[in-house]
């Protein structure tokens, strides 16, 4: 399916998604952090969209906000799309787990919550992955500091 | 009956024939009459020749400098040549260490483990600039070791991102030069004082 047709119908979703595809390939379509757990479980139950299969799940840090970036894809219909949350609490980052949605989540938004800090609604079990667990702060943010291994330019 | 002429190089050398003694091989063949022959040379320089053609690397490839060292190995460099033989996958079976990548804060205890494994005399070629210093790519960041000599002491650095296989070769082939320099009299193991600081 082309991303035009794609969007026709998820802007059916909701009124407040942004959609774009500048610099991609695929169809980008930012969803509010309210709406994260709806819209996704639309995208897979949808009959004519049917994203079984989560391809790449993300963290982000823009700088002022922190997100999650998710790379959808349906292994049937053959179509791919990108979602975007962002939220904008850098003290406690909070947003709905997918796992219950496409269960691979589960790992990645270990991975997101290891490195970003971001807090995941209903995940089973929040943990450090790759990290010990006692580590102080999150290194993939853009303002984390460590004098011993890093320089500040 | 008896031993075979050939052996006695005073009687090849009156047959005309050429020796069978290396050209590298440290020490003098002096014919001795009566088809003997008396070698002269010193203990240290004998073992040194020894150990620096048959050195038995470590695999230890974190990223894509191993792909460089396996083309180093491959036939069409053949570090075989230079008495390198077989690279082994065991720390206990071999006697020289290519850190071929990236030493991370994990791999660190591991490297050094494998390096404690290693049966003494031993030797460590720091292969690419992650294993120098960190690297061009990720010296910036919380999990990156700025060299593995913070983990090891190292004999040989190679430059390159990653180094061509000639390079390798090169530090390679310095490493045997530096053997070959050894004195077992003044002999000092690399890792005593290393945790110290003593370079």
Redesign the interface.
């Given at each position: 399916m082309k991303n035009e047709d794609l969007q026709s119908i998820i802007n059916g979703f909701s009124d407040n998604l942004e959609f774009s595809t500048e610099a991609s390939e695929f169809l980008n379509v930012v969803v509010p952090k309210e709406q994260l757990h709806n819209i996704c479980n639309q995208l897979k139950s949808n009959s004519s969209l049917k994203f079984d299969y989560a391809f790449c799940i993300t963290g982000m840090d823009w700088g002022k906000d922190l997100g999650v970036i998710y790379h959808l894809e349906s292994t049937e219909l053959k179509h791919q799309i990108v979602v975007k949350v962002m939220v904008d609490d850098r003290e406690n980052p909070v947003l709905d787990s997918v796992h219950d949605i496409w269960q691979t989540a589960e790992f990645h938004e270990l991975e997101v919550y290891d490195f970003f800090g971001i807090k995941f609604n209903k995940h089973p079990k929040l943990r450090r992955l790759f990290l010990t667990p006692d580590w102080d702060g999150f290194?993939l943010r853009k303002d984390?500091v460590?004098e011993a291994?890093?320089?500040v330019? | 009956m008896g031993v075979e002429k050939k052996r006695f190089l005073n009687q090849l050398e009156a047959e005309g024939l050429k020796q069978v003694v290396p050209d590298d091989f440290p020490g003098k063949v002096i014919p001795g009459g009566n088809g003997g022959n008396i070698v002269v040379t010193t203990l240290d320089s004998v073992i040194n020749w020894g150990r620096s053609n048959s050195l038995w690397p470590l695999y230890f490839g974190t990223s894509c400098c191993a792909i460089e060292m396996m083309q180093t190995g491959a036939p069409k460099h053949d570090f075989s040549r230079f008495g390198f033989e077989v690279a082994r996958p065991s720390a206990r079976q071999a006697d020289l260490i290519i850190i071929a990548g990236t030493i991370v804060n994990k791999m660190g205890p591991v490297l050094r483990r494998l390096y404690d494994q290693m049966a003494e005399p031993k030797y460590v070629i720091a292969m690419g600039a992650c294993a120098i210093s960190g690297g061009p790519f990720y010296y910036?960041?919380?999990?990156?070791i700025?060299g593995a000599d913070h983990v090891i002491p190292v004999d040989v650095y190679v430059p390159g991102c990653p180094p061509r296989p000639e390079a390798l070769l090169e530090g390679m082939i310095m490493l045997q030069q530096k053997i070959k320099t050894e004195n077992m009299k003044h002999k000092v193991n690399p890792i005593d004082g290393f945790d110290e600081g003593k370079v």
């Open positions: 290194p984390y460590d291994n890093m320089i330019k | 910036n960041s919380y999990s990156v700025k």
